[in-house]
């Protein structure tokens, strides 16, 4: 920056002209140009040793390692200013600020734990390999079914993040009256990304016969379908597996379409591949809705299995990288995803 007068330098650097001969004294016995500016002073400003610098991280993490309630805090994790406290009582003074940075350079990071989710299946193992196994060696002629339910929901005015003007906020009344509710039973064949679907009135065994009663007549080409679920009761009744067992006896006889099921291990719904489209399903149609009664509901959930289902086959893929609706994985199995979303209800 230049100055057309000698006081502009003076106010720009904040100093008179005594100080500045000072500077200037100092640099003719340097030779140094930043001995000509004024220099940052006090223990903020000051250079540590490498020796101070070691001395004062290990006086950091030794109080880190150790619990707040050892120093006297009636908490269970540290913050900086418990921690600034606790390293004062060792006669060590670091501002939060060298704090934060110690702790930083270190690599730590002040996080939320997330919760795990797991099963307890013995066989979890074994079920899932078999799952793996099966989606390895699907033939073309065969097909791979994720089935579950959604609901019981009801109908009524629903929150969610919306796109609001500057000054509106926008709300949703704690107590409502419900509309009505809904069931939705739905299959989703894994290589055509084709959901199948329809509403009840409960969960139990006689929708899973009716869903895979119109699995069947809809997929008469295939040679077989694999029928993946969760672990609940109605997915094992003995009613079911009679059914299974029966239409198998007439496939041996006519060549028509077996059904072998590839369950999911016990409290594994994560791994369930249609609980990605329920949430997809759920955030594009059901938050920040009002809809006036059920029917409605149906329809405009109804519409967008639909576009979803015409979509894909224009695009097929079978584990797309395109996700529709918002969907919380992509729609392929793998042991990591976590294709059911908490937040969708």
Known sequence: MAFTKVRDFYAHHGTCSQTFRKYYNRYAASGLTSDLLPQRRGPKHRVQSKAEVVAARDAVFKILHSPPSDFGFNRSTWKRDDLQQALKTTGVLLSKRNIHS???????????????????????????????????????????????????????????????????????????????????????????????????????????????????????????????????????????????????????????TRIETAPLPAGAQFLNVIEAVFSGMARAILHNSDYPSVDEAKRAIDRYFAERNLYFKGHPKRAGNKIWGGERETTTFSESSNHKDPRYR
């Open 102 to 256: 110690i702790i930083r350079s270190a690599g730590y990071r002040w996080l939320k734990a997330k919760q795990v989710l797991t099963s307890k299946d013995p066989e979890y193992r074994n079920k899932l390999g078999n799952v793996q196994s099966i989606l390895r060696h699907l033939q073309r002629d065969e097909g791979f079914f994720s089935i579950d339910e959604f609901g019981p929901v009801a109908v009524l005015k629903r929150g969610g993040r919306s796109l609001v003007a500057p000054g509106v906020n926008a709300t949703v009344p704690q107590w409502q009256k419900s509309k009505g509710t809904l069931i939705i039973t739905a299959a989703l064949e894994l290589s055509t990304n084709q959901v199948t679907h329809f509403y009840s009135e409960k969960k139990n065994t006689v929708e899973i016969v009716k869903l895979l009663d119109q699995l069947l007549a809809c997929n008469r080409h295939l040679s077989r379908i694999y029928l993946s679920w969760d672990a609940a009761s109605w997915h094992m009744s003995k009613q079911l597996a009679r059914r299974i067992a029966s239409n198998n006896v007439m496939a041996e006889v006519t060549g028509s």
